[in-house]
């Protein structure tokens, strides 16, 4: 062994995880010598980091900086489930001080959960070589943490308002496609909660029943202005099953598809027959 090699940047001293214990809480603490992240496996609680309170649920990464006074609470409801690690390193801070010290869900999520376990697991087994391994996980999660931390300043530049008026025009432009609400947060890289909470507030309305009105109102196009069957307008607005796109349509507009060309069609005749008359009137003087 080389005893002149450098020491590593970041040390694991501790690695654990918290479950299914809705009673949970620790009090206001700090660590004047080491940092900790945690995430959110699953459930949900409340944390001050500072000065500031922060509720947290799943996919959601905290980082305590050292010497930042700190407590968490678990939800009674949602008990959490928490992954945890505790390093030394000689860098002043792992997020800048000015920074959001909660990192928001996003795409990297599920891969820092993964990480975190692996980290704990080695920690715990102990086996030949845990060390290295634990150290590389390390560093990965580390990494992991500024890929997150990138994305959610990304997405904070944007005001809400605008950050919402591109996610509808990304649904007016992909309505037909299939997509659920974790895949269209996942192409804005934030969290459904975030997505759903910033659309129904500027739109009144989620982002899921704002694609179906899309897709229902192609449908009514279809339906008057074409002679398409409707197993094709389902297929057309994004329908696999045209039984279900029925039952939507029906529970949407108030009647099923079928009624509706009949019932615009008849409309269509009166109002022609209507102008006929009218004309032949005119035609009389």
């Known amino acids: 062994m080389n005893k002149n090699a450098a020491p590593p940047a970041e040390q694991l001293l501790y690695a654990g995880s918290i479950s299914n214990n809705p009673d949970w809480q620790f009090p206001s603490h700090k660590h004047d010598d080491l940092f900790e992240i945690l995430v959110i496996k699953e459930g949900e609680g409340d944390f001050t980091i500072g000065e500031t309170s922060y509720h947290a649920v799943k996919g959601d990464v905290l980082i305590y900086n050292k010497g930042i006074l700190h407590a968490e609470k678990s939800s009674k409801e949602h008990p959490v489930f928490i992954?945890?690690?505790?390093?030394?390193?000689?860098?002043?801070?792992?997020?800048?001080?000015?920074?959001?010290?909660?990192?928001?869900?996003?795409?990297?999520?599920?891969?820092?959960?993964?990480?975190?376990?692996?980290?704990?697991?080695?920690?715990?087994?102990?086996?030949?070589?845990?060390?290295?391994?634990?150290?590389?996980?390390?560093?990965?999660?580390?990494?992991?943490v500024h890929r997150m931390l990138k994305l959610q300043n990304h997405a904070q530049s944007l005001t809400k308002n605008t950050l919402a008026t591109e996610i509808k025009e990304y649904i007016d432009g992909n309505y037909t496609q299939s997509m659920s609400l974790k895949q269209i947060a996942d192409e804005f890289n934030i969290s459904s909660y975030y997505l759903a909470h910033i659309f129904k507030n500027t739109y009144g309305t989620s982002p899921i029943n704002y694609m179906i009105q899309r897709r229902m109102g192609e449908a009514t196009r279809l339906l008057v202005q074409s002679e398409m069957k409707v197993w094709e307008i389902a297929k057309i607005t994004g329908y696999e099953n045209p039984n279900y796109f029925s039952i939507l349509f029906t529970r949407v507009v108030g009647m099923s598809p079928k009624q509706y060309r009949e019932h615009h069609n008849q409309n269509l005749s009166y109002a022609e027959g209507m102008f006929i008359k009218q004309d032949d009137k005119k035609t009389d003087h």
């Open 83 to 144: 992954c945890y690690c505790g390093f030394s390193s000689a860098r002043e801070y792992i997020v800048p001080l000015d920074a959001h010290p909660v990192i928001r869900a996003n795409k990297y999520s599920s891969e820092m959960i993964t990480l975190m376990e692996l980290l704990f697991e080695e920690s715990s087994m102990q086996e030949e070589g845990y060390e290295q391994i634990a150290g590389h996980l390390l560093s990965s999660i580390l990494v992991l």
